[in-house]
Structure formats: C-alpha cells, structure tokens
C-alpha cells in the first residue's frame, strides 16, 4: 500500500484507519484499539497465579504487577494495536486423532514458528505508521514473549471474546486466530468490546480430555495436553498420559469441539499452509528421527523449542497409547 500523505498525530480518525487499512493490507484478519488497561482480566490473572494454575511456568509468576500494567514496559504508551492472523488448516487435519498410528501436532504448529511470521507483519506495519507521521510515533512489538496480557487487550479491542477456553473468539472466524500487539505512543480511536456469545455452551470444557478447564474461562495448566507436551520439563503424570492420546505437541480438542468454528475458514497465510511431513506423522517413523534429523524438520517450527527429548517422550506416551488401543 503506498501512501504519500504525511497524517498528523492531531489527527486521531486518519492515524486510526490507515494502522488499519495497512495492518489488514499485511494479511491481518482483525487490526483493533484498546485502551491501555486490562483491570478485569488483570484482576483474573492475578487470581490465576494465587491457585497455582500456572504450573512450571514461573516466568508468569515474575513481577505480575508488571505483565497487568502497560504502562510498566512502555511508560508512554496510550494505545494498544491488536492484531490477529487465521491460522485455520482445515477439517481434514482432525482426521489425524482418529488414527492412533500418527502423531497428531496442533494445527498452529504445522508449518513456520507464528512469532517469527507475526513480527516481521508487527515491524512493517509500525514502520510504515513511521513514515505517515514522519517518525513522530513509537511503539514496542510483543507476540506471546513479553509481559503483556495479550488475550485480555484482544477483548478490550472488539477482536473477539474471551471464551470459556480462555481463548479469543471472533464472530467471523472462530478461535483459530493468533495473536499479536504493539503498545503505541500515539492516541487513536478505541475499539468497543464485543459482547460474551458463548451462552449456556459448555461443549469446549466437556471436549477436553483432561478436564483442564476447571471453571468456564479458567484453564489449570497443569492438567492442559498443550502445557504437558510443550512446558512441562519432566515426566509426564501417569494418570494423565492415556488421555494425551496421540498428541505429541499441544492439544486443539476445545477448539475443534466449539460451534463457532464451524465458520472459520482456511488460512490463506502462506507460512501456515500445512507441511505434508507434519499432518499425519507415523509414530514409528518420529522414533527413529533422532536430534539431527528432529532439528533440520523443526528448524523454524514451535516444536523446536522444546528440544529432542522432550518431542521422544512426547512420542513415547503416544506410542504407549498405541499399543494399549490395539491390545483392547
């Protein structure tokens, strides 16, 4: 999108439709402004943390004053830019549950890492509002990595609602979205929230295998497949390990199980179309990867992080399950 026009920070409604316009140019579903403060979902994340619900993950635990208050990594913040990218792969992706043979990795982590893809989109958008205003405006880029309750600032910016999951709902493509924010040194017009469309609907905390989600729109994250594939650093709890099935990475159970995926349509993002490799992995085969082979697959993939031994013993609970399915 070239724009040759210089906006004026004074000029609040331009300076707001042109982060937009550019920010959906990029491939972004949503582009919403929020307000800096998340007081509610500020106030639940701190109660979050009182029950333990974080599990080995400390880091959350660290300063949370801090990850509640913007203001606290950007003093100069005044407003905050949401952003959301379909990651959708398909229905046909499920089928892969169905077949204890495979391992079955969640649909956001089928191709490249989203925080790499998410960013470079984050940096260009931001550069681009550079040039509009000749670098009167600043910002700092988070996806998923800093201090910033991205899912709180996703509600408050109209992106969607936080469903019972504790995900981001949209009423026009479901919870396969991801996330990212730029807290903005800049005013400009905020988006209203959208109303809670869950209702009485339950069927995203029965579909879990685990019984993660304790209460509707809180997860223990002990008890979630997707913390016990990809943060917990130990062994996998005996009494769970029959539930993972044949995960081997995350778990999207909640999400293929709510009704308003039934909208969403397939991702049109290139970096997340499907890797062939990736969709239907034999069991026997992810053996026998080994470290080298595991990182030249995974190289630019979430799954790296968590390193070869982590991934074998993922895929030996699931190859454990294997065997117990066929014996029955």
Known sequence: MEISLEIRLTDIKSLTRYFKDIGISLGFQHVGIAPPDVSLWGSRFQEWLKNGFEGE????AMDP????NPFSVFPQVKSIVVVSINYYPGEYHRECLEDPRTGYI?????NEDYHYVIRSKLEELLKSIKTLTGSQVDGKI?????PVLEKAFAARAGVGW???????????????????VILLDAELEFDEPLKDRCGECTQCIEACPTRAIVAPYVVDARRCISYLLGELKGAIPEEMKSLIGNRIFGCDDCQWACPWNNIARVSTEI?????????????VDLMEMGNDNFRKVFHDNPVVRIKWE???RNIAVAVGNQ?????S
């Open 310 to 312: 982590r991934f074998l």
């Open 65 to 68: 004053q801090k990850r509640s």
């Open 323 to 327: 065997e117990i399915k066929y014996r």
């Open 57 to 60: 993950m400390k880091f959350l």
């Open 162 to 180: 936080m469903g019972k999951n504790s995900l981001i709902i949209s009423p026009d493509t479901g919870s396969w979205l991801l996330l990212g």
């Open 271 to 283: 970096s997340f179309i499907p890797r062939k490799e990736l969709t239907s992995p034999l069991l």
């Open 106 to 110: 969640a649909n956001y982590a089928l």
């Open 142 to 146: 988070y996806v998923d990595t800093g």
